[in-house]
């Protein structure tokens, strides 16, 4: 039986692949000491995200996360009773809720997302010369290449 011979670039991708996940890891966690989060739950943290980009109902929110309804409802009431969220009749129709961030939590995100990003500018101009910003500067753009979908 021939033995199997791995060429360098898939045994390079693998590599850096694995050092990609690992250094993302290690990135988000950064991120999360930088501005905590809160006691969010992963689920809580998806349906931030989802209203972020605009109002939606229970039953879409169920839908983009691949979950039942009846599971997204004790995930609307945390958000709600911490203030996170609100609820309007939709305009289209009335028997639904229109749930959106409120204008506090949304002034909480953009709080979170500057504090990350000064730590991040600061790292990056003190840890690495200008060279190294350019380098990164290239992997940015290979990165996003490789995220398009």
Same mark, same amino acid.
């Given at each position: 039986?021939?033995?199997?011979?791995?060429?360098?670039?898939?045994?390079?991708?693998?590599r850096v692949a694995h050092d990609l996940r690992a250094n993302f890891r290690a990135l988000k966690r950064r991120f999360r000491e930088q501005a905590p989060a809160g006691? =969010?739950?992963?689920?809580?943290? /998806?349906?931030?995200?989802? +209203? %972020?980009?605009?109002?939606? @109902?229970?039953?879409?929110?169920?839908?983009?996360?691949?979950?039942?309804?009846?599971?997204?409802?004790?995930?609307?009431?945390?958000?709600?009773?911490?203030?996170?969220?609100?609820?309007?009749?939709?305009?289209?129709?009335?028997?639904?809720?229109?749930?959106?961030?409120?204008?506090?939590?949304?002034?909480? =995100?953009?709080?979170?997302?500057? /504090?990350?990003?000064?730590? +991040? %500018?600061?790292?990056?101009? @003190?840890?690495?010369?200008?060279?190294?910003?350019?380098?990164?500067?290239?992997?940015?753009?290979?990165?996003?290449?490789?995220?398009?979908?």
């Amino acid at each position: 039986m021939p033995s199997e011979t791995h060429s360098p670039a898939p045994l390079l991708a693998s590599r850096v692949a694995h050092d990609l996940r690992a250094n993302f890891r290690a990135l988000k966690r950064r991120f999360r000491e930088q501005a905590p989060a809160g006691e =969010l739950t992963p689920a809580q943290i /998806a349906v931030i995200s989802r +209203l %972020e980009c605009g109002p939606g @109902t229970a039953s879409a929110l169920a839908r983009a996360e691949g979950m039942r309804p009846q599971s997204m409802g004790p995930i609307i009431a945390a958000l709600d009773a911490a203030g996170v969220i609100q609820g309007k009749p939709d305009p289209a129709d009335g028997r639904q809720t229109l749930l959106s961030l409120t204008d506090a939590y949304r002034e909480q =995100l953009n709080a979170r997302r500057e /504090a990350r990003q000064d730590w +991040l %500018e600061r790292t990056i101009v @003190t840890r690495l010369t200008p060279e190294e910003q350019q380098v990164l500067a290239q992997a940015n753009e290979l990165l996003r290449r490789i995220v398009a979908p």
